[in-house]
């Protein structure tokens, strides 16, 4: 999806483009300890008939794809990062929504931090601009507010390209993360219609 800026009159024609956007919704059951992701015909069929009119109103026959990285071009070279750096990172009140769980459009300060602390070539990419041009989240477990992370980071610097992949503090399986980020901190030669990131 396309984001616009409009100004104060959504009908005129010089409407700008800000960004694009994809997101994936996951419904949880939380009673279960950990949480599951909800699976079964019979709760399929209860969100299908919950979000008929939303789906048939308001969405696009490309978001049905499940597997986000197909939603993206194919790249012809993968990521190689050449810096590495394990932080520790604690969960502040600032970056929690109204239940104390990680708001996720918190998400580019949280990489700000993370790129602070690690220093060297990764405080670089922040040095000029704070926020990354592209951004691709996934957020597998709960995050919470005062709980200590292990953040590492990885980062290609040739492309400006950067992952963070956050753990509970002392955790090592990667089954256990909480939040995995692929960031480019690229601004210069865009490409006009934005679109940076590939799988």
């Known amino acids: 999806q396309t984001l616009y800026l409009v100004g104060k009159q959504r009908e005129r024609d010089l409407n700008v483009p800000l960004a694009t ?30 979000f008929a009119r939303v789906k048939r109103d308001h969405s696009s026959e490309a978001l049905k794809e499940t597997q986000f990285h ?4 194919e790249s012809k070279t993968p990521f190689t990062p050449t810096k590495f750096k394990k932080v520790s990172w604690l969960m ?9 769980l990680l708001y996720h459009a918190k998400t580019p300060e949280l990489l700000w931090d993370l ?4 220093g ?15 951004v691709g989240v996934s957020l597998p477990k709960k995050m919470e507010v005062g709980k ?3 953040a590492y980071c990885f980062l290609e610097e040739s ?23 692929f960031a480019s901190y690229k601004w210069k030669g865009v490409p006009e219609d934005g679109k940076t990131m590939t799988a």
């Open 148 to 150: 200590v992370y292990d």
């Open 70 to 73: 197909k939603m993206y071009p």
């Open 21 to 50: 956007g994809r997101f994936m919704e996951c419904f949880c059951d939380d009673t279960a300890e950990p949480p599951v992701a909800l699976s079964g015909d019979a709760w399929e069929q209860d969100v299908e008939k919950f």
């Open 120 to 134: 060297g070539s990764f405080a670089e990419l922040v040095k000029d601009e704070p926020d990354p041009q592209a």
């Open 115 to 118: 790129n602070k602390l690690a």
């Open 159 to 181: 492309r400006q390209n950067a992952v963070y992949v956050l753990l509970p503090s002392g955790q090592t399986a990667l089954a256990e993360h909480v939040l995995a980020v």
């Open 92 to 100: 502040s009140h600032g970056f929690g929504d109204l239940w104390n």
